[in-house]
């Protein structure tokens, strides 16, 4: 009875998210969409436009915008902006809910989760105002 119940509940266990995704996985799962992340349950932390050629548009939900490119290095997928010095590589999970995110570099800052897909971005500029 005991080892009947233990392969019950292991098999309605979900089973725990498979290694990082793949540089082709993620292309499929992002190409042409802008997905808004969260960190921690808090209030969206900043959208990404993914584009063809993998070109990505960065925004912190502020207003202005950040242009750069994602690439696969070491099994990792890594970002460079115009207007942030260095690399910046994170890996990549799927689950049932979207991906979620781990900095690579230091992963105390926290996992980011997919909180939804967003609208197109908005980039007015700095020089522009309402």
């Known amino acids: 009875m005991r080892l009947s ?5 292991v ?3 979900p089973a725990l998210a498979e290694g990082p ?3 082709a996985e993620f292309d499929a ?3 042409g969409k802008t997905l808004t992340f969260g960190l921690a349950g808090e209030a969206p932390y900043g959208a990404e436009h993914y ?12 207003g202005t915008c950040d ?3 994602w690439f696969e290095e070491a099994g990792h997928i890594c970002f460079v902006y115009e207007q942030e010095p260095g690399k910046q590589c994170w890996d990549f999970y799927a689950d049932p809910e979207g991906i979620r995110a781990v900095f690579v570099d230091d992963p105390t800052i926290g996992v980011l989760y997919e909180a939804k897909e ?9 020089d522009l105002t309402s």
């Not at 119940?5 to 509940?9: C, D, P, R, T, Y």
């Open 118 to 126: 967003g609208k197109p971005l908005t980039c007015p500029g700095p």
């Open 67 to 69: 242009n750069g490119q």
């Open 5 to 9: 119940l233990f392969a019950l509940i």
């Open 29 to 31: 799962y992002v190409q």
């Open 51 to 62: 584009g063809p050629g993998r070109s990505v548009v960065w925004s912190f939900l502020n």
């Open 11 to 13: 098999s309605a266990t």
């Open 21 to 23: 995704m793949s540089a």
